[in-house]
């Protein structure tokens, strides 16, 4: 079993930086891939990055080059580092947890939630 909980999201301006941290309980948490999603109003929960056990990362193409994710073992958290908002970055985001995202840009891989964090990018 594993707990997540997002947070470090926020109202921010177009071209601003916020940086989301995703807290998880248990032990094994090194044992985890990791993912980001996010989900605007009315939309589905869209793929945003993910990082394997092995520290191998995936980015949507909406977000290379901007966004960075990154896990730290020891404090059992995974963060995601955004640069250059935009207004359509504009969701609240997720934070999972799958023992094998094989499927890694699937929200169907990941077992595990967190409660999801607002992010806010005004014009």
């Known amino acids: 079993q594993v707990q997540l909980v997002e947070s470090g999201g926020g109202l921010v301006q177009a071209g601003g930086s916020l940086r989301l941290s995703c807290a998880a309980s248990g032990r094994t948490f090194s044992s985890y891939d990791m993912g980001w999603f996010r989900q605007a109003p009315g939309k589905e929960r869209d793929f945003v990055a993910s990082?394997?056990?092995?520290?191998?990362?995936y980015y949507a193409d909406s977000v290379k080059g901007r966004f960075t994710i990154s896990r730290d073992n020891a404090k059992n958290t995974v963060y995601l580092q955004m640069n250059s908002l935009k207004p359509e970055d504009t969701a609240v985001y997720y934070c999972?947890?799958?023992?094998?995202?094989?499927?890694?840009?699937?929200?169907?891989?990941?077992?595990?939630w967190g409660q999801g964090t607002q992010v806010i990018v005004s014009s």
């Open positions: 990082i394997s056990r092995g520290g191998n990362t």
């Open positions: 999972a947890a799958a023992r094998y995202a094989a499927r890694y840009k699937e929200p169907g891989t990941y077992g595990y």
